[in-house]
């Protein structure tokens, strides 16, 4: 036994550390995205919904429960036998059973109503899975973007400690001032204040993340995602206005509100019941059997059910004039949100391809001019343009992310 229990040992000090490296492995949006579609609480609850409706819709439609009736007629109330049950031949005890049978026309747009609240809870629960995913992006996104500018200030420092050092060479031996060396300190520290900053909006975006993917961590620069490219392009998107997420709600609440115009018309057709009866007498008298159908008289529809109609069509005409409303400005929103992604684009390759790249020979020329004898304020005139070039660039990741998310998560099944 001992034997086998230092095998095990062994086993797992070899494989600690590889458990331990996939236990940290960076978080990638494809993931994040997975797991927030997983696990997230408010899916759970819309698809409580969802069985609500189905098990609503599986008993639409059927018959009402049957009716039981005990009694007793004709039984004397008044004069010296009142209240003898065996004074009077016509005295029965009864018992009977009453069903009610709603017209079938109500029966099934009462079941087709039901199919169609089942129709949109699923229709919500598709919209709301959408939105989930999407809120996830975001906070990825954001925590990602942010990281970007940590690690830019981060390695910015190794040049403003090599400013301060040639500060302090140069003053120690007479070739600059104090002034510049406390200067040059000054900036290393107010580039560690922004650092700490930078990082404190990291770890809001990440404890914002952690409320889709519970125990995130800070997604890796490494993972970069692909935030130029769509599976669509504009026109094929708007072509397909009524299949995005925005819409599909609206839809169903359309088709679910015509479902109820119908069966507010079928309200007008009469229901009718029967009733079957056993009447059992005393003294000899034979047992009475009696049948009865009752046919319910709709006589006042104009003030009555021809009311629930006109509700129901108002009703309708409201879902249709809120979804014709919600696609205009869906379709104004896809527009705005194209151009802006194309501009961001543009804004996103300029800084990589030529502000990043210049903003960084800058300062290492304007720190070689002032390690060769030149003067201190045109380094720190470079680093200052230099951090708000990544500033900038860190801002416009985020929001190009962002606008991409907006649309990638329009159609369900092109959703990452």
């Not at 209240?83 to 009864?94: E, Q, Y």
């Not at 507010?264 to 079957?276: G, M, Q």
């Not at 205009?328 to 502000?355: P, T, Y």
Request: glycine fraction near 6%.
């Amino acid at each position: 036994m001992p034997r086998y229990l230092s095998l095990v040992i062994l086993i797992a000090a070899a494989c600690g550390p590889v458990i331990a490296h996939a236990a940290e492995s960076p978080l990638t949006l494809a993931e994040a995205v997975r797991l927030a579609g997983v696990q997230a609480p408010r899916l759970e609850a819309q698809d409580a919904v969802v069985a609500a409706a189905e098990a609503e819709a599986s008993r639409a439609g059927v018959l009402p429960d049957p009716m039981l009736m005990v009694g007793i007629e004709n039984l004397p109330v008044t004069g010296g036998d009142a209240f003898d049950p065996t004074f009077d031949d016509m005295t029965m005890k009864r018992i009977g059973v009453r069903q009610e049978f709603p017209a079938a026309a109500k029966r099934n747009a009462q079941r087709t109503l039901a199919l169609r609240q089942v129709d949109e809870a699923r229709a919500q629960a598709a919209v709301e899975r959408l939105a989930v995913q999407r809120a996830a992006a975001d906070a990825w996104i954001d925590a990602w973007a942010v990281n970007h500018e940590v690690h830019a200030f981060e390695q910015l420092r190794e040049q403003a400690r090599l400013a301060a050092k040639l500060a302090r060479a140069r003053a120690g031996g007479g070739a600059g001032s104090l002034a510049d060396a406390l200067a040059v300190e000054s900036a290393g520290l107010e580039l560690e204040n922004q650092l700490e900053d930078a990082r404190g909006q990291r770890d809001a975006a990440l404890a914002s993340l952690r409320r889709w993917v519970p125990g995130a961590g800070a997604p890796s620069l490494a993972n970069t995602p692909v935030f130029d490219a769509l599976p669509f392009s504009r026109s094929q998107l708007q072509a397909r206005l009524d299949e995005i997420a925005p819409l599909l709600g609206s839809r169903a609440r359309v088709e679910t509100a015509a479902a109820a115009v119908d069966a507010s018309r079928a309200d007008k057709r009469p229901d009718w019941s029967l009733t079957a009866a056993y009447g059992q007498r005393d003294r000899d008298r034979s047992d009475m059997l009696s049948v009865e159908v009752g046919i319910a008289l709709p006589l006042f529809q104009r003030s009555r059910q021809d009311r629930g109609v006109l509700a129901r069509e108002a009703e309708y005409r409201q879902a249709l004039a809120l979804r014709e409303d919600e696609r205009r400005a869906l379709a104004a929103e896809i527009d705005a949100a194209f151009v802006r992604w194309e501009a961001l684009k543009r804004q996103v390759a300029l800084h990589e391809r030529r502000l990043l790249p210049l903003a960084r020979d800058r300062s290492a020329a304007a720190l070689a001019a002032y390690r060769a004898g030149g003067e201190l304020q045109p380094w720190f005139d470079a680093r200052v343009a230099e951090l708000e070039v990544h500033r900038s660039h860190a801002e416009h990741l985020g929001e190009l992310g962002r606008v991409w998310a907006a649309l990638a998560f329009l159609l369900p099944e092109n959703a990452p």
